[in-house]
């Protein structure tokens, strides 16, 4: 049931819902009953519901209050046709139906009491005197039948002290009323009750707690003592905001309700308050709560958690999103609020800029008008034959066909080479937003060759194509071609050989027997040392059995990505002795830049080169192969690089598996845990880590270590570990051919060459660098990732021996 309150005062009439109760009664500020002739700020009661009932409460006012004519010192269940008197004011509460009349009057004034002027008749000034009568005869009769019944009430009295238990009810705290109501009703006796075994209810009230009704079942037997509890009414708290605005309040961090009064109960107590608006900045405090339904206030004068902000762009009209919401076009002035935001200037035919913001709140921002640059044209280039190398303005591009961006407005040197073919050049320049399309046909390029073979009837394959007898004159394309002899009872020959333009080469071969061959292959033995065309020296590495990857889960500074692996590494492979310089990197690409960091150069010539991508690094890595007459480790898919399969003996980055074993395992017993001897920290100069150098600007440095070089130091500047290879632990950290995936399981299931998943969103690092110097950072074990360049992150080459 849902009841409506109708109330009539002196501020007319007014409807309430239940869910507007509890409602004051007292002066012309309250917003619930108003009482003329009281103070305007005066409450001297409260009128509320409990399970649909309504109950007046006093207030703790001096001020006395009578409901039906009694006077009221604790609540009081209200029913139709009671009364509260309040000075010279009655309050009238009427029920009819689902609604509720609550009017105000004055009291009536008490009319005067005056006598009759004529003084009253002799006979009713005194009564005649009446003499007394007789008893009647039945007088003896009666006197029986009392006495019978005394007998009867005492002897039902001491069958209901037999009967009944004792019962005492303790509240807490003790109640300001309370009654025991059942039938038989129960009897007191000396601050105790008897009452027959049956169901009682307990009633008790105690201002500012809510009223009690419990239900209690007397048991038979001996003394019964109840324990209950009155619950303390919440405080009445209302929130007053300075601006006005909506919010979210909470308590100890709980949100609690506020009605349309922001008025919002609360137990008493000290609480922690907080006060949430949508602009402004949130408030808190430690609020003492009285409870007991005392009413509190709480005001706030709220302080706006934004800034004030203009932004302006060149050319002007650019499109303003924060956090992608558009919020006009530059220049604009506008508010932010506070914290992180995402700043992107949009203008057709110009690129789109991102500017992240820091915004402190009541900080204005006047950022330097944001330059514009014009949009990139796209140019989508073929060639025939397909899979020619594409330079723009010297830096190598991919392989045909390819879609290049190209800045707008500048003339740019477009380069396409392919082994066996013309180089073919052109200048080629777009507007922003241009799209062009360009197919361009490679010239053959021819050079002569001049074969002898004996035996003389020996057969020839040319890139695996019959090509008749082998003694001949061939006129072969200038790129790598395979020339295959063969004859039955003969070990077949293969030789590469790459013609030249205006010159011409001459190839002689003698097959031998099966049994020579056998004999030559015994004989032959695979480089220990080879030079990539660059002119780095790599070594031969064989790894025997197999080894484990990964740390002990005790082992100190062990990260969760370590797990232990079981390797084996089958093919022999060579690795470079030092990492890749910015001298040799130049060779390929003569832009290029690492930087500087810390206010130090990166890019003096025996620094490593750093400031690198992964894809970099790979196409470098076919460039190598590409001068070698190898086939390349890297094809281009969909404008990322990826390994070939299978991988070919072209140069590459070294697998994670390779690595592990040359830094930790590679000729030594046991597996190294650093890249020296001993624990941490190390006791000698034994590499390029964080230092006392740089301890002013990391946090995390090698303790009580100097190396002397702040950022990285020239390639190969501290002792071989192992022997032959240098900078394994320190100096730059270094890309891997694998792309980074976690391996649990695999402690003893054996992988064999493994080279990690084939496809990711990050390649795995490895090494340690000039910016760390934990332990958990130089252990050999740590593995780390990346999908983008860094100041301390480099690679080394590596290539497969067979």
């Known amino acids: 049931?849902?009841?409506?309150?109708?109330?009539?005062?002196?501020?007319?009439?007014?409807?309430?819902?239940?869910?507007?109760?509890?409602?004051?009664?007292?002066?012309?500020?309250?917003?619930?009953?108003?009482?003329?002739?009281?103070?305007?700020?005066?409450?001297?009661?409260?009128?509320?519901?409990?399970?649909?009932?309504?109950?007046?409460?006093?207030?703790?006012?001096d001020t006395p209050l009578f409901h039906n004519h009694e006077h009221l010192a604790v609540s009081k269940w209200l029913k139709s046709g009671d009364t509260v008197e309040v000075g010279e004011s009655v309050i009238h509460w009427n029920v009819q139906g689902d609604q509720v009349n609550i009017s105000v009057h004055e009291r009536a004034s008490e009319p005067a009491l005056v006598p009759p002027v004529t003084p009253p008749p002799p006979n009713m000034r005194t009564l005649p005197d009446v003499a007394p009568a007789r008893?009647?005869?039945?007088?003896?009769?009666?006197?029986?039948?009392?006495?019978?019944?005394?007998?009867?009430?005492?002897?039902?009295?001491?069958?209901?002290?037999?009967?009944?238990?004792?019962?005492?009810?303790?509240?807490?705290?003790?109640?300001?009323?309370?009654?025991?109501?059942?039938?038989?009703?129960?009897?007191?006796?000396?601050?105790?009750?008897?009452?027959?075994?049956?169901?009682?209810?307990?009633?008790?009230?105690?201002?500012?707690?809510?009223?009690?009704?419990?239900?209690?079942?007397?048991?038979?037997?001996?003394?019964?003592?109840?324990?209950?509890?009155?619950?303390?009414?919440?405080?009445?708290?209302?929130?007053?905001?300075?601006?006005?605005?909506?919010?979210?309040?909470?308590?100890?961090?709980?949100?609690?309700?506020?009605?349309?009064?922001?008025?919002?109960?609360?137990?008493?107590?000290?609480?922690?308050?907080?006060?949430?608006?949508?602009?402004?900045?949130?408030?808190?405090?430690?609020?003492?709560?009285?409870?007991?339904?005392?009413?509190?206030?709480?005001?706030?004068?709220?302080?706006?958690?934004?800034?004030?902000?203009?932004?302006?762009?060149?050319?002007?009209?650019?499109?303003?999103?924060?956090?992608?919401?558009?919020?006009?076009?530059?220049?604009?002035?506008?508010?932010?609020?506070?914290?992180?935001?995402?700043?992107?200037?949009?203008?057709?035919?110009?690129?789109?800029?991102?500017?992240?913001?820091?915004?402190?709140?009541?900080?204005?921002?006047?950022?330097?008008?944001?330059?514009?640059?014009?949009a990139d044209g796209r140019l989508t280039l073929s060639s025939e034959p397909t899979a020619a190398s594409v330079s723009v303005d010297g830096i190598f591009q991919g392989t045909t066909p390819v879609t290049l961006a190209l800045t707008a407005g500048v003339e740019h040197t477009l380069r396409l080479t392919k082994p066996g073919y013309q180089r073919h050049d052109r200048q080629l320049q777009l507007a922003a937003e241009e799209e062009q399309s360009l197919d361009v046909q490679l010239r053959p390029q021819y050079g002569i060759v001049f074969v002898t073979a004996r035996p003389a009837d020996a057969a020839l394959r040319v890139d695996g194509r019959d090509a008749g007898k082998a003694t001949q004159r061939l006129q072969l394309t200038t790129r790598s071609h395979t020339l295959e002899f063969s004859k039955p009872g003969y070990a077949t020959e293969t030789v590469t050989v790459t013609p030249r333009t205006g010159t011409s080469q001459n190839v002689d071969i003698?097959?031998?027997?099966?049994?020579?061959?056998?004999?030559?292959?015994?004989?032959?033995?695979?480089?220990?040392?080879?030079?990539?065309?660059?002119?780095?020296?790599?070594?031969?590495?064989?790894?025997?059995?197999?080894?484990?990857?990964?740390?002990?889960?005790?082992?100190?500074?062990?990260?969760?990505?370590?797990?232990?692996?079981?390797?084996?590494?089958?093919?022999?492979?060579?690795?470079?002795?030092?990492?890749?310089?910015?001298?040799?990197?130049?060779?390929?690409?003569?832009?290029?830049?690492?930087?500087?960091?810390?206010?130090?150069?990166?890019?003096?010539?025996?620094?490593?080169?750093?400031?690198?991508?992964?894809?970099?690094?790979?196409?470098?890595?076919?460039?190598?192969?590409?001068?070698?007459?190898l086939p390349p480790a890297y094809t281009e898919i969909n404008g990322r690089l990826q390994a070939a399969q299978p991988l070919s003996t072209g140069y590459r980055l070294p697998s994670e598996a390779e690595w592990a074993f040359v830094a930790r395992k590679h000729t030594r017993q046991t597996a190294q845990r650093y890249p020296w001897s001993g624990g941490f920290p190390p006791a000698a100069l034994v590499g390029n880590f964080a230092d006392a150098s740089i301890a002013d600007t990391l946090a995390n440095t090698v303790p009580d270590y100097n190396d002397g070089h702040r950022v990285s130091a020239p390639v190969g500047s501290f002792a071989a570990r192992p022997a032959g290879f240098y900078d394994l632990g320190g100096n730059v950290a270094e890309w891997m051919h694998d792309y980074y995936a976690v391996y649990p399981g695999e402690a003893d299931r054996q992988v064999t060459d493994p080279l990690g998943p084939a496809s990711g969103e990050h390649h795995v690092v490895r090494d340690s660098s000039w910016r760390q110097g934990t332990i958990t950072e130089l252990r050999l074990s740590y593995r780390d990732y990346s999908r983008a360049a860094r100041p301390d992150l480099g690679f080394r080459i590596a290539r497969y021996a067979e």
């Open 510 to 629: 003698t097959l031998a027997t099966a049994e020579q061959a056998r004999r030559k292959k015994q004989a032959a033995v695979t480089p220990a040392v080879i030079t990539s065309p660059a002119g780095q020296q790599l070594r031969l590495v064989r790894a025997q059995g197999s080894f484990r990857m990964g740390a002990s889960r005790r082992e100190a500074g062990r990260r969760a990505n370590e797990s232990a692996r079981l390797v084996a590494l089958s093919r022999p492979f060579y690795l470079a002795s030092r990492e890749v310089s910015n001298a040799g990197y130049r060779q390929f690409s003569a832009q290029h830049s690492s930087g500087s960091a810390e206010g130090v150069s990166l890019n003096t010539d025996s620094q490593p080169v750093v400031n690198v991508s992964w894809d970099d690094a790979a196409r470098y890595c076919n460039w190598l192969s590409s001068r070698a007459g």
């Open 1 to 61: 049931m849902s009841r409506v309150y109708y109330i009539h005062d002196a501020n007319g009439e007014r409807r309430l819902g239940e869910r507007d109760m509890p409602v004051s009664v007292g002066g012309a500020e309250q917003d619930g009953i108003v009482l003329p002739g009281l103070p305007d700020n005066a409450v001297v009661a409260h009128i509320g519901l409990t399970e649909g009932h309504a109950f007046i409460q006093p207030a703790q006012t």
């Open 135 to 374: 008893a009647p005869a039945s007088g003896h009769r009666t006197l029986r039948r009392v006495v019978l019944g005394v007998f009867v009430l005492l002897l039902l009295a001491v069958v209901f002290v037999l009967l009944a238990t004792p019962v005492a009810v303790h509240i807490t705290p003790e109640p300001e009323r309370l009654s025991l109501e059942g039938f038989p009703p129960a009897v007191s006796i000396g601050g105790r009750r008897l009452a027959l075994p049956g169901r009682y209810t307990v009633t008790a009230q105690r201002a500012g707690y809510h009223p009690l009704q419990a239900t209690i079942v007397v048991p038979a037997g001996g003394f019964q003592l109840f324990e209950l509890q009155l619950e303390e009414l919440p405080g009445r708290v209302s929130i007053e905001l300075q601006p006005d605005v909506p919010f979210r309040l909470f308590i100890d961090d709980a949100e609690v309700a506020t009605d349309a009064n922001r008025l919002a109960e609360i137990p008493g107590g000290d609480h922690r308050l907080r006060i949430e608006t949508a602009r402004y900045l949130p408030v808190e405090e430690m609020l003492a709560v009285a409870g007991k339904g005392q009413a509190q206030r709480v005001t706030h004068v709220l302080q706006p958690a934004w800034a004030r902000a203009r932004i302006d762009s060149q050319p002007p009209g650019a499109t303003v999103e924060i956090d992608g919401t558009a919020l006009g076009v530059t220049p604009l002035e506008t508010e932010l609020l506070q914290g992180e935001r995402q700043l992107v200037l949009k203008l057709e035919k110009h690129q789109d800029l991102p500017v992240p913001l820091q915004v402190l709140a009541g900080v204005d921002l006047a950022p330097d008008t944001y330059q514009l640059q014009p």
